[in-house]
């Protein structure tokens, strides 16, 4: 294939994956092969520059931070819509609508879900992204190409070369705020309170290249160019065009049908992955909504019904000092538990000293509790009236909780923070993030028992974990450390030491802005802790420069790290103890055998390790996911199995098997075929 058309076929492919990734939600091959051809394409362009164009997928991480702010006049103004509480205020739009159309009109609504984020326009032409920009007051917003430019699931191009103005919301989905938040408390910045914040801040963000490490999300609703007769055909002529919608709309034909969609949206919307405060009702026809034109503010033709924000008062308890694995101190207020749109909730984040001075917080108080953006729990405001007599405004911290080191204030930032290295309060945080799941995934090691073997000094680093199997003497000395739970730590320690990926290790280690995807990145570049520890790292900066995904700032953040003596001394001291975190080779798919087209999910402590059960089943032609998800075949248990998987494969309708299950599978199918 000559390289013009191997390119145009890797731009095609490339888009296709983030299509399937980003926008339906279904990855349609590993990060792996992804960054394979996207490494390809970036020789091919490297090779024959010429080749290079603004719809190829290189091109979505700008280059130099804009120089200030550009304003756009929209060409067709950007409306606000007029915001109700109540059904009466609905049936009063619907009268007002019907008064507003001839007499007879049969009216269509679309009702929609109100997206929370920050609005967007965008316009394509002759197929190409040509402009991305704010709201602003609704005429001039600000440019913002480039930044949603960086947006994965927003097509560069598309197939069709009409001029299309559209209108979206850029969302960050809930689970991905929290990461972008513990980042952020890590590096004593304020966390965002909701996810609107963050994504119209990243938005604006005047670096191109810090923006395009937000995980930023599109969800467009609305095509202003008169191509349709109505807003529904309008909605699915965006699907196809495999721009990003949120395909949750419903054509209702009454009032009641509108009503009823309306209360059960509110029952599906906290299951979705993003934040949504409402529901925005349409005229569907567009001859209709000329007809009803708009108020200087608002379309005659549309209205946002908002859900009330669910808040419960409670009293709070005490306000307790948590401590972050860098050394982060927040203040947390413990509550007498309540229940908050569906969940108990005990403790509430106060975010910063400042933020509890504010809103004067005291022990004792009557408190009103909100979910923000229905994840995290906050104190929205304090009722005075109900405020015992004699309490005392809270007074922050001047000594760290864990070990009385005098806390500092970094100039600019707003945390509190413990700045002793050897802090065993960090060393717990940090022990406890190491243990996890997503990293060592050290199951017997809980956080009460983190915090005896650093009292005890067993534990002095991460490291020491893979020194525990020589001190068994210890461990059974430690009160309520019977022999059999002595064992299974150990088991558990000497399966993380030889099962786990390099990915997970450096997950693990919790270097700040490196997040799991991240530290899959850069662990399939580098295969394995050795091999990273051998760059110099001035020629380490370099490549990862080079690797699509992995922004400046972790790369400053991870260079920092490995030149660190400290840290370079507990990466030693982890290979010497024998952990071996061996990136797995890309797997070449296959897509026939004995297992092809079912997916597993292997839980518990197995005979083998699980990395080998993997590559068995993927050997022979299993798809292998490390949860249980809707469509998922088989969970795979071993020992010690937690509950949550179990549950999820009942709910999900999986066939729970054992290993022995597992290999009578392997072995039967082997021989059938
Ligand atoms: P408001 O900011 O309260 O005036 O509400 C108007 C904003 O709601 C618009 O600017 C959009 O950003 C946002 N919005 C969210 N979802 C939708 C939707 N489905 N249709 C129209 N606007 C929406
Ligand atoms: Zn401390």
Redesign the pocket.
Known sequence: MNPAARHAQLCREIAELDHAYYVLDAPKTSDRAYDALFDELRRLEAAQPELVHAGSPTQRVGGAPREGVTKVEHEHA????D?TYDEAAVREFDRRVRDGLRTGSVVHYVA?????????SVVYDRGQLVLGAT?GDGRVGEEITPNVRTIRGLPLTIDDPRRMTL?G?VVIYKRDLATINQTRIARGEEPFANPRNAAAGSLRLLDTREAAERPLRVLF??LVDRYYATHHEALAAIRTLGLPT?GL?RVCDSLDTLLAFIAEFDLRRSQLPYE?DGV?V?VDELAQRDLLGATARFPRW?I?Y?YAAERVTTVVRAIECDLGRTGAITPVAVLDPVTVSGSVVSRASLHNSDYVADKDVRVADTVVIEKAGEVIPQVVSVDVGKRPPGTQPWQPPTQCPSCGHAVVRVADEAALRCPNASCPGRLEALLFYFTRRSGMDVDRLGESLIKQLVDTKLLRDVADIFALPEKRESLLALPRMGDKSCENLLASIEEAKRGRTFSQLLTALGIPLLGSVAASTVAGRYRNLRALLERPVEALRDELAEIHGIGPKMIDSLCAYLADPTQRAILEKLLQLGVVANEPEPEPVVTSGPLYGSSFCVTGVLTRPREAVHEQIRAAGGEVLDRVKKGTTYLVIGDKVGDTKLKAAKKQGAQIITEAELDALLQRDMRSS
Do not use: C, I, Q
Request: hydrophobic fraction near 35%; charged fraction near 35%; aromatic fraction near 8%.
């Open positions: 950007m409306f606000s819509l915001n929609e879900p109100k997206l929370d984020g920050a609005s967007l709201r209108r919301e609703y609305e949120h709309h949504t925005v349409k549309a946002a908002k």
